[in-house]
């Protein structure tokens, strides 16, 4: 009898129960991780790490898609990435309205807060992306949700440099410009994503 590694069928379902066990870790990761920092950011007043908690919360419904649509077609898995692209887009207009209303109501944010959350944040992310990086490359949807992870660990950075940059200034602007680049990012990424995802979408309609 073949053994059952040579067999197609079977080495196709052994990946995706593996894309499935790495999505359901990095989804639990991140849902906690909005708790704690929208928790965070609403105490200390910070405008980066309301965007790094939504950022969380994001990329908890990304992989929520992305582990429906790991065992469905291609046309599916571009429709998923087509609405992760949208949800990036979204919460980056949304941070960007977060900003501007931070220089309307000007407020110094409490950096010992940000600093912590934001290390905190950054090692869960370090953890997801690790989990994720063997998969970046399997197919469209796990390179987005891979992608995901990238980003947040570049906002992670981001929010550490804000907390050191209240701290030096006694000011919102490193905060709030923080928050600013993150939602440019957030922007970025989600018009690429959209740009794959119509693409492929394209060639599906269009093959016999």
């Given at each position: 009898?073949?053994d059952?590694?040579?067999?197609?069928?079977?080495?196709?379902?052994q990946l995706?129960?593996?894309?499935?066990?790495?999505?359901?870790?990095?989804?639990v990761i991140?849902?906690?991780m909005?708790?704690v920092?929208?928790t965070?950011?609403?105490?200390?007043?910070?405008?980066?790490l309301l965007?790094?908690s939504?950022d969380?919360?994001?990329?908890?419904l990304?992989?929520?898609?992305?582990?429906?649509?790991?065992?469905?077609?291609?046309?599916?898995?571009?429709g998923s990435?087509?609405?992760?692209?949208g949800?990036m887009?979204?919460?980056?207009l949304?941070?960007?309205?977060?900003?501007v209303?931070?220089l309307i109501n000007?407020d110094?944010p409490?950096?010992e807060t940000?600093?912590?959350i934001g290390f905190?944040a950054?090692?869960a992310n370090?953890v997801c992306?690790?989990?994720?990086w063997?998969h970046r490359?399997e197919?469209m949807?796990?390179?987005?949700v891979w992608l995901?992870?990238?980003?947040?660990?570049?906002?992670?950075?981001s929010?550490?440099a804000?907390?050191v940059g209240?701290w030096?200034?006694?000011?919102q602007?490193p905060?709030?410009?923080?928050g600013l680049?993150?939602a440019?990012?957030?922007?970025?990424?989600?018009?690429?994503v959209?740009?794959d995802?119509?693409?492929?979408?394209s060639t599906?309609r269009h093959?016999?």
């Amino acid at each position: 009898m073949p053994d059952c590694c040579h067999d197609t069928d079977c080495e196709i379902e052994q990946l995706r129960t593996r894309q499935s066990r790495t999505l359901k870790a990095v989804l639990v990761i991140n849902l906690v991780m909005f708790v704690v920092e929208i928790t965070a950011g609403l105490l200390a007043g910070s405008t980066a790490l309301l965007a790094d908690s939504l950022d969380m919360l994001g990329d908890a419904l990304v992989y929520g898609f992305s582990l429906y649509v790991v065992a469905r077609s291609g046309v599916w898995k571009a429709g998923s990435a087509l609405i992760k692209g949208g949800i990036m887009g979204a919460f980056g207009l949304f941070v960007l309205g977060q900003a501007v209303y931070k220089l309307i109501n000007p407020d110094v944010p409490q950096f010992e807060t940000i600093g912590i959350i934001g290390f905190l944040a950054l090692t869960a992310n370090s953890v997801c992306f690790a989990l994720l990086w063997s998969h970046r490359s399997e197919d469209m949807n796990m390179r987005s949700v891979w992608l995901c992870s990238r980003n947040d660990m570049i906002a992670n950075i981001s929010v550490l440099a804000a907390a050191v940059g209240v701290w030096r200034t006694n000011s919102q602007w490193p905060d709030v410009l923080v928050g600013l680049g993150i939602a440019v990012l957030f922007i970025h990424s989600a018009f690429h994503v959209i740009r794959d995802a119509i693409q492929a979408l394209s060639t599906h309609r269009h093959s016999p």
